[in-house]
């Protein structure tokens, strides 16, 4: 079986849940850590993270507080929600947010593996662009690609 | 607070809890799958493997048609936290939503649900909840004359208005499922806020036009 490089942070307050999925990721080569709250989530992710798939819905911090944290925070960490709750209206403010894309229970395993994988692309790339722009002087657009800055004045900060 | 908001939102939570446990059926058996790939023919012999593999797969198909409910579901709860009046509503979404809910009570009248597809989404001004229970009579006319009709919904427009084509494709009541929705007074209805038609689709056929709009009348 064949390692992947992708640092995955699962975080959901349903544990049987959250340490199943854990357990298949790891079955199929990926490194996939638990946090079963927002405050655990945001001190997890200060470790090398790449993608976090997270609940909307949890007692204290709900999914968008944390969402808003990561992308204040840790801007390249890719998030993809996962979520029993929700309709288009969070969908909507999940995206508006930062988020990279919206999912709901149950999955396929294989959907959202699709979906890490094409997050954590995406996140190399965003990553090279940056650099390039950086590298021509260009520190202002460096920065929006890095921060998505028009997302950030969302949802009451 | 009124009782239709009531009923959204503890059908919403209820369908939030429901997806979890859906969740964890999935993971669970989806993990047990993966378990019995990897023992291969070493801890259980090939048939033995061969039927887990079967029942795991029943069970994920099982959770999938979960799922497709609690979409359902989670729609009327949408619908039904909406103020009265507001709209719009995609009617494609509302015939397959109503196709998924009815479908035990279908089948125990022995009516086939199903709804067709559409090439783009047609929006109707009136509530959701309006919607359904308009299909839910046109059910109920059908069944009032024994049922055994398949019934195929497809959200579309006649002229210019916005509805659901209603199609009686097969079935050994079909006859009578057409004479029942055939000049059916019960659907002339108007209501507060909006008003459901039942007429032939275009010429005499098995299809009929259910008919859905916004008026300014006080209704029945």
């Known amino acids: ?157 | 607070m009124n009782e239709s908001q009531c009923m959204a939102r503890l059908l919403a939570s209820a369908v939030h809890d429901m997806r979890n446990v859906l969740a964890v059926i999935r993971e669970s058996a989806g993990l047990a799958q993966d378990l019995a790939s990897l023992a291969g023919g070493k801890a259980m012999p090939a048939q033995g493997a061969e039927r887990l593999s079967t029942a795991l797969g029943e069970v994920q198909r099982s959770v999938i048609q979960g799922a497709a409910l609690s979409e359902a579901m989670d729609y009327m709860a949408q619908a039904g936290g909406m103020e009265s009046g507001v709209g719009p509503c995609d009617l494609a979404r509302v015939s397959r939503s109503f196709c998924l809910l009815a479908a035990r009570q279908a089948r125990a009248a022995q009516i086939h649900l199903s709804s067709g597809a559409t090439e783009e989404p047609v929006w109707a001004n009136v509530p959701p909840l309006a919607v359904l229970r308009s299909l839910l009579e046109v059910f109920d006319l059908c069944a009032s004359v024994g049922g055994q009709v398949d019934l195929r919904l497809t959200a579309g427009r006649r002229q210019k208005e916005e509805g659901i084509i209603i199609e009686a494709t097969e079935g050994a009541n079909r006859e009578m499922a057409l004479a029942a929705m055939t000049g059916s007074p019960m659907l002339n209805g108007i209501r507060p806020g909006w008003r459901a038609v039942l007429m032939p689709w275009r010429d005499a056929g098995p299809r009929f036009f259910l008919s859905i709009s916004a008026c300014d009348t006080e209704g029945e």
């Open chain 1, 1 to 157: 079986m064949t390692k992947e490089d992708i640092k995955i942070l699962l975080v959901d307050d349903e544990k049987q849940f959250v340490d199943t999925l854990s357990e298949r990721l790891a079955m199929r080569g990926f490194e996939a850590r638990v946090a079963y709250d927002g405050p655990e989530a945001l001190k997890a992710v200060d470790q090398p993270t790449d993608v976090i798939v997270l609940d909307l819905r949890m007692p204290g911090m709900d999914g968008f507080e944390v969402l808003r944290n990561v992308k204040k925070s840790n801007p390249l960490v890719q998030v993809i929600i996962l979520t029993g709750h929700g309709g288009d209206a969070e969908e909507q403010t999940a995206y508006r947010m930062g988020a990279y894309n919206f999912l709901r229970k149950p999955m396929d395993i294989d959907e959202l593996l699709n979906s890490i994988r094409m997050a954590y692309r995406d996140k190399l790339e965003n990553a090279m662009v940056a650099v390039s722009l950086a590298e021509g002087g260009d520190f202002d657009s460096a920065r929006d690609v890095l921060n998505e800055k028009d997302v950030l004045e969302e949802h009451g900060k």
